[in-house]
């Protein structure tokens, strides 16, 4: 006994203090941390492009500084606000409002099927979802502004060609997070689906959409909100909406008109984002 218990006490605790599948004697060798020069050379490179970036488009601190005079005296003219214009722009407002709201819904539910398209895990052939991804990125490489522009001059002038806009980026951008999500959703239930002899439609409708359902409501609310500060500004083109009153104050410089449109739309824009993110904090 008094043997075994000497033993035991010089008895080396291989599985405490080691990393996993080290020996006795093995020595564990980690990765070193970045050097300092390592760190000098990035803040080269970073900069070097930065003046180049300035060089070519003939950036300079010196106009930047030069036109402060100019932006505090167009400040002073839009100050204090023309408070009697509010009445005028509450229609155009709502306008943009319901534009947001339309064409948020339209671009979720078509964003639907598009995201399940490009869902590598769910489609079987990299022919269907790679070409489908491509179609998605060219969607979202043309900037909602120039998708206004086209739709006005297929539609004329009014409501209809910003919500069509607004749908159109919609798409992009809620297909684009639903499809990564539905990369990392957990695959079990489904192969146990698949092994029951459940079909498609199945396995998406009772295996994908309870995991996805949350998420995917908060991309659209955050969808939402970006679209009704796009809307705010689509009128621009004649693609209705509060721009419109944008386009008319700023061209006969009625900059105090101007301002009552801008502290109107911050307002918009806060209270809509304070709602979304409750509701996102509610979901997730």
């Known amino acids: 006994m008094k043997g075994q218990s000497g033993a035991s006490l010089h008895t080396p605790l291989t599985g405490a203090g080691k990393e996993p599948g080290s020996g006795p004697g093995q020595v564990v060798n980690r990765p070193k941390p970045p050097g300092r020069t390592k760190h000098l050379l990035t803040l080269v490179i970073i900069l070097l ?82 070409p489908a991804r491509f179609v998605l990125n060219l969607i979202r490489t043309v900037p909602d502004l120039l998708l206004a522009a086209l739709f006005v001059a297929v539609f004329g002038l009014g409501p209809i060609p910003g919500i069509l806009a607004l749908a159109v980026f919609s798409v992009g951008l809620i297909a684009k997070l639903t499809y990564e999500t539905l990369e990392t959703i957990d695959q079990g239930p489904l192969e146990a689906m698949t092994a029951v002899g459940m079909n498609r439609i199945q396995l998406i409708v009772y295996g994908v959409v309870p995991q996805l359902a949350a998420q995917f409501t908060s991309y659209v ?31 006969f410089l009625e900059y105090d008109k101007t301002s009552v449109i801008i502290l109107f739309t911050l307002v918009i824009v806060l209270i809509i984002d304070y709602v979304s993110t409750k509701l996102r904090e509610k979901l997730l």
């Open 49 to 130: 492009l930065l003046w180049a970036s300035a060089k070519q488009t003939d950036a300079s601190f010196g106009e930047l500084f030069g036109g402060f005079p100019e932006m505090w005296k167009l400040i002073k003219e839009m100050f204090p606000p023309r408070w009697t214009y509010f009445d005028n722009i509450v229609q155009g407002m709502l306008e943009t409002i319901r534009m947001a709201l339309i064409g948020t819904t339209i671009g979720a539910f078509i964003a639907i099927p598009v995201s399940i398209i490009c869902a590598g895990n769910l489609m079987p052939s990299r022919w269907i979802y790679y």
């Open 221 to 251: 609310l955050y969808a939402f909100e970006i679209n009704v500060r796009a809307a705010a500004i689509l009128g621009l083109v004649g693609a209705g909406g509060i721009g419109l009153y944008y386009e008319a104050t700023l061209g």
